[in-house]
């Protein structure tokens, strides 16, 4: 009699290429917190350090040509606008762009029920008031950023929710 093989469900995979040092750890706090369940994407986080949206796509880009993901994201800012171009090219090698109203630091300020403001300088400077943790550690964020935190706030913020849904592997 023969043994039965086991089939085993391949995991989608994810390449999510943050703006920043900050946007990488926080995109690694959210691999670790969402990322454990077998339905689950296999996340790949890749830092396209700044230099504005364009960058940001182009690391994107780069990075999808050298591996083969299911699925390819760009978390940017809104500070800097995204011209029609930057969509259309992002639309036609498949990349989904997720925005960060004007910031992460507006998001995390969402998360812990401040006030966000449309400059990105006065989110960073109402964040350093609010937040004592180093946010370019992925570890810091389990002290101030609960997945219920999350949940709660993925119920409004389109972009979180997006995000949230790819890492759980739900497209």
């Known amino acids: 009699m023969r043994k039965q093989r086991r089939v085993r469900k391949q995991r989608k995979t994810l390449l999510v290429v943050g703006e920043g040092h900050t946007e990488v750890a926080f ?3 959210l691999k670790a917190l969402y990322c454990r369940e077998l339905s689950s994407a296999s996340v790949k986080v890749e830092n396209a350090q700044g230099k ?8 994107a880009i780069s990075r999808q040509k050298r591996a ?35 910031c992460i630091e507006a998001l995390f300020l969402a998360l812990l029920g401040h006030k966000s403001f449309s400059e990105t300088a006065r989110c960073k400077e109402a964040l350093v008031g609010v937040i004592s943790a180093d946010l370019l550690n ?34």
């Open 52 to 59: 504005g949206p364009e960058n940001v796509l182009n690391t």
């Open 138 to 171: 992925k570890d810091s964020y389990a002290s101030w950023c609960t997945k219920e935190m999350l949940e709660c706030l993925r119920r409004v913020n389109v972009g979180l929710n997006a995000l949230l849904k790819l890492y759980e592997g739900s497209w």
């Open 27 to 29: 995109l690694n706090y």
């Open 68 to 102: 083969s993901y299911d699925r390819v994201v760009a978390v940017l800012d809104t500070d800097i606008e995204w011209t029609a171009a930057l969509k259309k090219d992002a639309k036609k090698h498949g990349v989904l762009l997720v925005g960060n109203k004007p």
